[in-house]
C-alpha cells in the first residue's frame, strides 16, 4: 500500500476528518517521515526570500510593440517548507488603471532533490508542463528550458534589487544562447506575507 494511500487509510479509521488536526505526535512524525527532509528545508530556506504577495507591472515586447500587463506573483513555501510554490497572474489594464481580463496564468514547484543535490523546477501553463534548468544564487534565481521542436531557448532571471522588488527578464535564444531577446520584464513591490 502506498504511504499516502496508508495515511488516508488511517486518519479515515481514526476517526478523522479532513477538518480536523492531527494529534502533535502524527504532525511530528510527518515532519520527520523522510530522513532527508531536513537537508531539503533547509536547501530551501534559500529561497524564502521569494515567500509572498507580489504586486506590480509586466512589460511584453510583442511583433506589435510593448503591452503592459497588471502582474501578481504568489509564492507560498509548502509540504513542511521542503516546495516552493509560484503562482503568477497577469492581467489586462482594465478602466481606471484597475486589473482587469486575466491573459497569462502559470504556475512553478520548486523542489530540491537530497540524492542528486540540486534544485528540481517544474513550470505549468495552459500549453502543458517543462521542467526547467535552475540555478539558485543569493537572492537570485535563474531558470530556463529548450522550447520544444528546436525552436530555441527560454530563460527568467528573478532577482530581490536594492529596493526590495523583484526584478525579472525573460528572454528567449534562437541560436543557442549565442544573442538573447528580451521578451518579458516585470517589476513587483511586496504586498503581504504568503498566504498559508
Do not use: N
Request: overall charge negative; charged content about 25%.
Amino acid at each position: 500500500m502506498p504511504a499516502a494511500t496508508a495515511v488516508a487509510a488511517f486518519l479515515i479509521a481514526s476517526g478523522f476528518s479532513s477538518h480536523s488536526s492531527p494529534p502533535p505526535a502524527m504532525a511530528e512524525q510527518a515532519r520527520q517521515a523522510a530522513p532527508q527532509a531536513a537537508e531539503a528545508r533547509e536547501a530551501m530556506q534559500r529561497l524564502s526570500w521569494l515567500a509572498g504577495q507580489w504586486r506590480g507591472t509586466a512589460t511584453i515586447m510583442e511583433m506589435s510593440g510593448e503591452r503592459e500587463l497588471h502582474q501578481s506573483e504568489d509564492v507560498r513555501l509548502k509540504v513542511f517548507d521542503t516546495s516552493l510554490l509560484i503562482e503568477g497572474t497577469g492581467r489586462e489594464q482594465g478602466e481606471e488603471g484597475r486589473p482587469g481580463e486575466i491573459v497569462f496564468q502559470a504556475m512553478a514547484v520548486i523542489t530540491y532533490d537530497t540524492q542528486a543535490d540540486k534544485y528540481a523546477l517544474r513550470a505549468i501553463t495552459e500549453r502543458g508542463a517543462v521542467d526547467a534548468r535552475i540555478q539558485v544564487k543569493e537572492k537570485e534565481l535563474i531558470w530556463g528550458f529548450d522550447v520544444p521542436g528546436g525552436a530555441g531557448e527560454v530563460r527568467y532571471h528573478i532577482r530581490l534589487d536594492d529596493q526590495g522588488r523583484w526584478h525579472e527578464v525573460g528572454e528567449f535564444s534562437r541560436d543557442g544562447g549565442q544573442t538573447w531577446l528580451k521578451v518579458i520584464e516585470m517589476t513587483l513591490q511586496r504586498q503581504g506575507a504568503p498566504a498559508p
